[in-house]
């Protein structure tokens, strides 16, 4: 199969190849202060308009250009640069601008399944990247988008701001410096009111005014098969990740820095599903990922549902809570927690559950980015790609348990987790939570899913060939990650 690449794209549209490796002005040497940063935001619904307000807002940032496979979101975005009397360039493919000289980073807050492929095609050109959390869709991308920044000695920050936390990070000093005494378990929090995106009864009709071959891009082109295309991508594994992977990227990725771990887990676990309603979705709204590291294991709960059945007469007033957190990270530790309640603050308790000290404050993730890309230096950079790499796989290979697994009873649950106490007391009360909400889990079970040994050095799962195939996907002619960047 001929597969058109991105210099192949730009070829056949009358650029050279010159043009297309060409360095920007920040490659060839230091920032001076004469220069702007000149930055195209591609995926600019919803996060991607906070990236437009938020590199605007930087000194010395200028937006040339906007990228979408929608026109209306696209017309919409631009007409807001026209009426404060700005130009901007529009286009519907980022193709198109990856040989523009005055181009000088790149970002980008498209669906997940494009995360990778654009940042390498950026980096490729010349650019920097700016790329939304998870940085890809599998393990093998988010590898490859890393070997793509060093190749091509490019500034890519991962959108996990929670690393630009001055707060977090001065807790997470004080954890480490043993003043809890030694971790216990590290959980991570996601519950997050997620009610039913409907169920359709054939495909869709995608608006003329979104390009679709361009925003399936890399994954299976299928008919549309929910009844919005726009965000509920989420919840369907060919485009999205599910709330681990949407959500929960932010929380495993403050769990691994509050542990200190680098790489991998040895092993994982998923159990979960998709329960308490029928639709369109196909990723767990209820689910426990197990990470075992060497330090203390990772433990990472998603609940979709509300506390119970009666709680759904308002969806998001009554979700559940564990120790004060519905979405964030409790540390447990010898001699109390260390609770991380948001992105921005930690605070210690003892075991008493008395607080005992607390960290605030956090500082601006886009303007750490645009001080990175002027000073060259990728250690400059809080949330670097290989962090993001490593936290986004870790989504992953929960959900690579949770595919690979099969319907369980609570029994057997019960007893494949029964050696570690953590992980079952996580699973009795997820029992709990879904029979409170009307589920039978009797008739509709949960998912146990397979465990996976993985090899952190070589970031493969151990002698399991089905986990491998799942840790990358075939990719569609034109929209092919590379295997050599």
């Known amino acids: 199969m001929a597969y058109l690449t991105r210099r192949g794209f730009l070829q056949g549209t009358g650029s050279s190849l010159l043009a297309l490796t060409s360095a920007s002005s920040f490659a060839a040497g230091p920032w001076r202060p004469c220069d702007e940063v000149r930055i195209a935001c591609v995926g600019i619904r919803s996060r991607g308009a906070d990236h437009i307000e938020g590199l605007r807002r930087q000194p010395g940032v200028r937006i040339v250009a906007l990228v979408d496979v929608d026109a209306e979101v696209l017309g919409q975005a631009a007409k807001k640069f026209t009426d404060r009397g700005e130009k901007v360039d529009t286009y519907a493919d980022l193709r198109q601008v990856l040989d523009r000289k005055d181009v000088d980073a790149i970002s980008i807050a498209t669906p997940n399944h494009w995360h990778a492929l654009q940042a390498i095609w950026a980096c490729q050109a010349g650019k920097d990247v700016y790329v939304e959390k998870p940085v890809s869709h599998n393990i093998w991308e988010g590898g490859q988008l890393v070997a793509a920044a060093a190749k091509y000695g490019r500034i890519v920050q991962a959108g996990t701001q929670s690393r630009s936390s001055h707060g977090i990070a001065a807790g997470i000093a004080w954890l480490q410096a ?26 869709q009709t995608v608006p003329q005014h979104i390009d679709y071959e361009l925003w399936t891009g890399p994954a299976p082109k299928r008919p549309l098969a929910r009844k919005s295309l726009h965000y509920d991508w989420h919840w369907v594994t060919d485009t999205g990740n599910g709330d681990v992977g949407n ?35 196909n990723t767990p709204n209820a689910q426990v990922v197990w990470h075992e590291y060497d330090s203390a294991p990772l433990l990472f709960e ?16 009554g979700m559940d809570t564990f120790l004060g957190t519905r979405i964030g990270v409790v540390m447990h530790c010898e001699g109390g927690t260390l609770r991380i309640p948001d992105y921005t603050r930690a605070i210690a308790f003892d075991a008493a559950g008395k607080e005992i ?48 697994g099969s319907l369980q009873g609570k029994a057997e649950i019960a007893a494949a987790v029964a050696k570690l106490p953590e992980a079952s007391a996580a699973c009795e009360r997820l029992f709990a939570h879904l029979e409170a909400n009307g589920v039978d889990l009797e008739k509709s079970p949960l998912r ?34 590379p295997s050599e960047v």
């Open 178 to 203: 043993g003043n809890l005494g030694k971790v216990h378990l590290a959980r991570g929090l996601c519950y997050k009111p997620r009610q039913s995106i409907g169920k359709v009864r054939g495909p």
């Open 357 to 404: 000290q607390r960290f605030e404050g956090a500082t601006d993730h886009y303007a750490n980015f645009v001080d990175a890309v002027r000073s060259r230096k990728a250690a400059d950079l809080r949330g670097s790609i290989r962090e993001g790499h490593v936290s986004s796989a870790l989504c992953h290979m929960g959900n690579v348990s949770h595919e690979l």
């Open 247 to 281: 959500q929960g990227i932010h929380q495993m990725d403050i769990a691994r820095w509050a542990l200190g771990e680098l790489g991998l887990p040895r092993r994982t676990l998923s159990v979960g599903g998709r329960l308490g309603y029928d639709d369109d979705g």
């Open 448 to 481: 146990l899913g397979k465990w996976l040994a993985m090899d952190p050095a070589t970031e493969r799962f151990r002698d399991d060939p089905a986990a491998e195939r799942l840790a990358t996907r075939e990719y569609r002619a034109g929209f092919v990650v």
């Open 302 to 317: 998603v609940r979709g549902l509300p506390r119970d059945k009666a709680a759904q007469a308002e969806w998001g007033k």
